[in-house]
């Protein structure tokens, strides 16, 4: 059964930071491309940020230099550490596993910036 299990969200005051874990089981991590997505209320899903089996990395525009990707292919988990948060960046953060022939999602976890 594959699972990603998602943590690390919250509440954090505008210019804090979270980070963000993805632990995943059932599936091969190491050669699954990972991203995070997010969706705010009344929007479409969209990608945050994504981790190549390799190791290559992209981001969305608006979080270049203030969110960074990792993954640990021994503990199996991908990360999003998020610095200077911004209230537009509120929504329901969730992990995907990628590997072009199957996708799995996680559950989601909320991030909430707000003073």
């Known amino acids: 059964q594959v699972q990603l299990v998602e943590s690390g969200g919250g509440l954090v005051q505008p210019g804090g930071s979270l980070r963000l874990s993805c632990a995943a089981s059932g599936i091969m991590f190491s050669i699954y491309d990972m991203g995070w997505y997010r969706q705010a209320p009344g929007k479409q899903r969209e990608v945050v940020a994504s981790?190549?089996?390799?190791?290559?990395?992209n981001y969305v525009d608006s979080v270049k230099g203030r969110f960074t990707i990792s993954r640990d292919n021994a503990k199996r988990t991908v990360y999003l550490q998020m610095n200077s948060l911004k209230p537009e960046d509120t929504a329901v953060y969730y992990c995907?596993?990628?590997?072009?022939?199957?996708?799995?999602w996680g559950q989601g976890t909320q991030v909430t910036v707000s003073s």
């Open positions: 995907n596993a990628d590997n072009t022939r199957r996708q799995y």
């Open positions: 981790i190549t089996r390799g190791g290559s990395t």
